[in-house]
């Protein structure tokens, strides 16, 4: 009798929980096709993993994911971000790899009283007087890893640096970061086309104007045609090349030999030394068998952090509570402890990363100095929000 | 000065034997057989998956090519008798609609087998070094060599186009497909020989650039678009128009991206300049196309068919 009324009881409770409890809906953009595809899977299994190591709990609730193929497109992306909001009612869109889309998405999105959670893009156009109290970014604002890499090249007295970056607003936003703290002669500037796979021309004019060094920003598959094209060029042993989110896990496995000793900065290593990070990174080579990326790591941050502010708002139904949650930080980051400034970006270190090769074979990046402790955006200041 | 304008001159000149190749088989196609390929693009990335999967295989640059050719020219010929045969007596918008079907099976069919990644190999052992082609202005190797190899090409369509059996049949079935036909020439045999040599042209492209840059699929749809201003410059079915325009978009394209953004950083401010110049860089072959188009509506050398 009493193991009835117990059945009873269970089925009852099964029933009554997801009728009563309130659901977290949380959508991720990403790309998944195209060239820059493979960017997005590496996003899309970091955020699996992290939903792996909440329990697929956001918060301890019941939650569900809806995913998203941006295809790299702005339209694309907004019509996205307008299905998550109006037909499956998400309480944050989140992933979004690309400037222009971030910006495509941040009005509509932010507007209609949904959280835009940013894993990587971080366009100076939504850090500044266009903040917004929906909007949250878990990733950095695109000046400040050139600006680190600008210092740096200012600090080691390097001169005559080249400069190249894709024309859209991430690359002009990339070189203005650079040149924020390096003060030396520019040797050249160029702006190639976004998504451009031959740059043999800029590399005859770079070697032209004999510079003593390069900067480049071209993310993804541009990065990695550029720095193998750089080297048949014989380029790589007479002109060093810098770069910020160039030689990273995603282009390295296709890279190999070719980038090893080219230096970049970062906010995140895979050797960065933190218990979350050892945790991740031993996760993910565990269950996907390759090295994470920084978008990687990123994409994991974000679980973490949606998940955390969920735990301490108490719940998704006040909204107000659960921004105050998302501004105080401290959530387990795979970057250590994290504050926001008051336009919603992290105030964080930059490090400076070497391309090695590892004791097992694989290609990877390894931190072998920190340009910038807590270091904020520039853009902080025009942003009028205060809490 | 001088001397960049002579390097960039050589990579002018290499883009644009490399739009050559491809602009060579569609001109033909849609000159002679007058069918719109718009899957031209596709035949590209074929030759480019197909040569870097057969290059590991046999380890072997030159053997890899070798195979990769006759298997991109089997890949036309398959496409040409399965699907296009049937598209002759169709009006171009049934062309359009159908080769781009032929765009999307072809690009998913890749994801299938290739995986949506994409494929990266190095230049050829024996090719990676440099040439001086001046004092002071040393050459990749690998990108001479594709020069040479499109000249080749071209040298080679003339011949055959001009001096032999082949190309009167070719020059006979343009001007006049049912006279030719009731003379006795096998017109289905010859464009599917027609198609086959285009594909292998176009598919010998991709497999120069598969070294250069990554292979991927939809790699051949910017091409396309080039390669179908390479044609209405150079007046459709003219293979001589198609080599001279497709040398004059590359020279265009990659000067104008070259030296256009600096002459406006000497005309007006740094940042207007670095706003407007990659914008209007990329115009310029358009531009082009528009302005030889207002002077000869036909293209440089309109073909005398049809």
Known sequence: ?387 | MGLLLIEQAFNGLQFGVMLFLIAAGLTLVFGIMDLVNLSHGSLVMVGAYLATTLIEWTGSFLLGILFALPATFLVGVVVEVLVLRTLYERDHLDQVLATFGLILFFNEVIRIVWGPASLYSGLPEGLSGHVEILPGVPYPTFRLMIILAGLLVAVLIYVIVAKTRLGMLIRAGASNREMAGALGVNIRMLFTLVFGLGASFAGLAGMMLGPLTSVEPGMGEPLLILAFVVIIIGGIGSIRGAFIASILVGLVDTLGRVFLPMLLRSMVADSTADGVGPALASMLIYILMAGILVIRPRGLFPARTG
């Open chain 1, 1 to 387: 009798m009493n193991k009835k009324i117990l059945g009873v009881l269970i089925v009852f409770g099964l029933m009554g929980s997801p009728l009563y409890a309130e659901k977290v809906k949380v959508g991720f953009m990403t790309t998944l096709s195209g060239p820059a595809g493979i960017i997005g899977k590496q996003m899309k299994h970091a955020f699996q993993l992290g939903l792996d190591h909440i329990g697929n709990a956001f918060g301890g609730m019941e939650s569900s994911v809806i995913y998203g193929d941006d295809q790299r497109k702005p339209d694309v992306a907004k019509q996205l971000a307008d299905k998550m909001v109006k037909k499956h009612q998400v309480h944050f869109v989140t992933g979004v790899i690309w400037s222009n889309l971030l910006v495509a998405i941040h009005g509509p999105v932010t507007r209609s009283n949904t959280f835009l959670v940013s894993a990587n893009a971080g366009p100076s156009t939504v850090a500044g007087k266009r903040c917004s109290e929906n909007f949250f970014n878990v990733s950095w604002q695109n000046d400040q890893t050139p600006e680190a890499m600008g210092k740096y090249l200012q600090d080691n007295g390097i001169n005559n640096v080249y400069l190249m970056a894709p024309n859209y607003q991430a690359g002009k936003d990339m070189l203005a970061g650079v040149q924020r703290y390096y003060k030396r002669k520019i040797s050249g500037k160029v702006f190639t086309k976004l998504g451009q796979k031959d740059f043999q021309a800029e590399i005859s004019t770079l070697r032209a104007s004999n510079p003593g060094a390069v900067f480049v920003f071209q993310p993804g598959g541009m990065g990695i045609n550029f720095v193998k094209q750089y080297n048949q060029a014989g380029l790589m042993g007479s002109v060093p090349l810098y770069t910020a989110f160039t030689v990273d896990a995603v282009s390295l496995p296709a890279l190999k030999g070719s980038a090893v000793g080219v230096l970049g900065t970062q906010t995140w290593s895979p050797d960065l030394d933190n218990p979350v990070n050892r945790r991740f990174v031993r996760d993910f080579r565990k269950k996907y068998g390759y090295i994470p990326s920084f978008y990687a790591a990123q994409s994991y941050d974000l679980v973490r952090f949606i998940d955390h502010a969920i735990r301490v708002a108490g719940g998704i139904s006040d909204r107000d509570a659960l921004r105050d949650a998302m501004r105080l930080g401290g959530y387990p980051s795979t970057r250590g402890n994290l504050r926001f400034n008051n336009n919603h970006f992290p105030i964080q270190n930059f490090y400076l990363r070497e391309a090695v090769k590892d004791s097992d074979g694989s290609y990877t990046t390894k931190i072998i100095d920190t340009v910038f402790t807590d270091h904020g955006d520039n853009y902080a200041k025009d942003c009028r929000m205060k809490w």
